[in-house]
């Protein structure tokens, strides 16, 4: 007893708590870090958007204009670069905002359409690589209100809707910026048969002796994003050029903090290796088995982040939906993109897909948010991941064969849902439930949410038969809920 009390005392000192190893790393690197936070300050901060599961990305900027097109070619890739891929020069690119003007942009709409997909936060390009600001940035002209006809901030717009609807709302932020004076593109031998040369723009480079002054001009407009529309995560991206080193990343992080203690920023501030950031960013992948960190998925509903008028690969909403699931069961959040157009419509394919999948949230949300993973991931012959990784065309697609044996796993407390990939017409085993799986642990109650009346059920020791209902309570995957008894 007196040893168990001193490993206690010796773990709450260290400030680990429970869960050994992994969080013990972690710590460490927070102890070193410019956070002096409790694992339990971390969990508390961290609260709202582990629950929350479920994101909306949102590409918006004025390369929704030429939308993939410039000077009557298509190019390759996601439209958002194009001034990378087109090698646009700056006062070229500068012929765009005056052409933005987005009348059909309706804030409240935008966001109801979210609240109705079951998103719980938005992240919206605040200045993309392309270093246009979507909001009245003081410090500069190169925004939404001082250089376009439209002359609104849609930011302020949006971030007063969430607020209204109960949706976070936070901001992506480019460290990298092609139209800041401090910084120009690589000189590199052009390969005219490559798609695109990503190096020109993509690793950019510092002019000596500027990047003091850029520091400060990110700080003064993060200083703005913060104080005007309180986001609840700031979302980098870019900081991978060789002139953003370690020490700016951790200055950055310890500035941001400052202005916002309770803040959330994804790890692409610079500072990799190093675990003191808030979460991981795999982009256009699902971890195969999730991450010992906090994590989210960011994807594409087609094939390209700002608005693409020659994109047409959307994804079927089963695949968002497996794929939203998928993460859920490995402990991730799933963070979906639109690409709104320069009309400032968001894409009717898109709002298609974002409606059917709050569908099935209505009835399945319980099984999603909120949730930890189980003790299993998964169970039956087909990996749920397989359409996660397919990199083709989406017209010809063609769905594994799924059954009612491919099960992926949730769990809140004492409850396992238990999410169904394949409908069944009359009984099924669930493996992972039987008595030789999870030992002691007896089923007290079985439910398919969506569904009113039990379940009939018998627990044996290879598994936990379940009788399905008569009907489908909605589309694509059916939850069954199995309450055990507390111990
Ligand atoms: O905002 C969206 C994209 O515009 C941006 N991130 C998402 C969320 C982005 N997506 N893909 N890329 C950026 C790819 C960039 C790849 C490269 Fe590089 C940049 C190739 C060369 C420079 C970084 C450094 C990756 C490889 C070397």
Redesign the pocket.
């Known amino acids: 007893m007196k040893r168990l009390s001193f490993l206690t005392i010796c773990l709450v000192l260290a400030g680990i708590g429970v869960s050994g190893c992994e969080q013990s790393a972690r710590m460490d690197k927070l102890k070193e870090g410019l956070r002096p936070e409790t694992q339990e300050q971390r969990d508390a901060r961290m609260a709202w958007w582990r629950d929350a599961k479920f994101g909306m990305?949102i590409?918006w900027g004025v390369y929704s204009v030429p939308a993939g097109e410039w000077k009557g070619t298509i190019y390759p890739g996601?439209s958002?670069?194009i001034m990378s891929h087109a090698m646009i020069p700056i006062e070229e690119y500068e012929t765009l905002p005056p052409r933005f003007n987005p009348v059909g942009f309706d804030a409240e709409q935008w966001v109801q359409m979210a609240k109705n997909a079951g998103v719980k936060y938005i992240v919206i390009?605040s200045k993309?690589?392309d270093g246009f600001a979507m909001y009245d940035s003081k410090i500069s002209d190169y925004d939404i209100v001082d250089s376009t006809g439209y002359g609104k901030d849609i930011l302020k717009a949006l971030s007063r809707e969430c607020e209204k609807a109960g949706i976070r709302f936070c901001t992506?932020y480019s460290i990298l910026d092609w139209h800041h004076r401090s910084q120009e593109p690589r000189q590199v031998e052009i390969d005219e048969d490559e798609e695109d040369n990503?190096?020109m723009y993509?690793?950019n480079q510092m002019k000596p002796g500027r990047k003091e002054d850029y520091r400060e001009y990110m700080k003064a407009q993060l200083s703005e994003i913060i104080s005007q529309y309180d986001p609840g995560v700031l979302w980098f991206?870019?900081g991978?050029v060789e002139w953003w080193n370690y020490e700016d990343g951790r200055d950055l992080q310890k500035y941001i903090r400052t202005l916002k203690p309770d803040i959330i920023h994804n790890n692409r501030i610079g500072i990799d290796e190093d675990l003191n950031e808030d979460y991981g960013t795999p982009?256009q992948d699902i971890p195969p088995g999730g991450l010992d960190y906090d994590w989210e998925t960011?994807m594409t509903m087609n094939d390209s982040?700002g608005y693409k008028r020659s994109d047409s690969n959307w994804k079927p909403t089963k695949v968002l939906i497996f794929n939203l699931i998928d993460i859920a069961s490995k402990g991730g959040n799933f963070l979906l993109n639109v690409g709104p157009t320069d009309k400032g419509l968001i894409p009717e394919p898109s709002v298609q897909r974002l409606k059917e999948m709050g569908a099935w949230l209505k009835v399945n949300g319980e099984a999603i948010y909120g949730t930890s993973p189980w003790r299993k991931r998964k169970e039956g012959p087909t990996d749920i991941s397989f359409i996660n990784s397919y990199e083709g065309d989406y017209a010809d697609f063609v769905e594994p064969e799924y059954t009612a044996a491919d099960i992926a796993f949730t769990s809140k407390g004492d409850t396992v849902y238990a999410i169904f990939l394949h409908w069944a017409n009359e009984k099924v085993l669930v493996k992972s439930l039987g008595t030789q799986s999870i030992g002691d642990r007896r089923v007290e109650s079985v439910s398919m949410l969506g569904i009113d009346d039990d379940l009939k059920w018998e627990q044996r020791r290879d598994g936990l038969v379940v009788s399905f209902p008569g009907k489908k309570p909605c589309k694509y995957a059916y939850v069954i809920k199995i309450q055990l008894r507390g111990e």
Do not use: N, Q, R, S
């Open positions: 990305f590409h996601i958002e670069w390009t993309h690589h992506y990503w190096e993509g690793m991206d870019g991978w982009e960011c982040w």
